[in-house]
Nanobody, 128 residues
Framework: QVQLVESGGGLVQAGGSLRLSCATS????????LGWFRQASGKEREFVAA????????YYSDSVKGRFTISRDNAKSTVYLQMNSLKPEDTAAYYC?????????????????????WGQGTQVTVSS
């Protein structure tokens, strides 16, 4: 059983930054494809960013490209989401997810239904 635990959410003013972390356990972390999703109140969960198992390939939604950075530390079994230039529309619960694969080295996963495990979420609120 894979467990994912997010942290780092909070309240920040527009233009500010936050760094989310997602610690994982229970499987061979280095083989996972990892992703971040978010869900605003009353809206569907949406893709934010994904990273392949080696960390060399990343993919972002258009709404966060250039502002957010996904990274991973396989030695610490942790994935990060650095969020800069935050906007009120970034307000949402943020979830990390793991797809245990196996996948070829350069694959990232965008579809939520393809992920096998999810964290409990961490709230990010951006005030204007």
């Amino acid at each position: 059983q894979v467990q994912l635990v997010e942290s780092g959410g909070g309240l920040v003013q527009a233009g500010g930054s936050l760094r989310l972390s997602c610690a994982t356990s229970g499987h061979t972390f280095s083989g996972y494809v990892l992703g971040w999703f978010r869900q605003a109140s009353g809206k569907e969960r949406e893709f934010v960013a994904a990273i392949n198992w080696s960390g060399g390939v990343t993919y972002y939604s258009d709404s966060v490209k250039g502002r957010f950075t996904i990274s991973r530390d396989n030695a610490k079994s942790t994935v990060y989401l650095q969020m800069n230039s935050l906007k009120p529309e970034d307000t949402a619960a943020y979830y990390c997810a793991a797809d245990v694969g196996p996948h070829p080295i350069n694959v990232v996963v965008v579809g939520a239904s393809e992920y096998d495990y999810w964290g409990q979420g961490t709230q990010v609120t951006v005030s204007s």
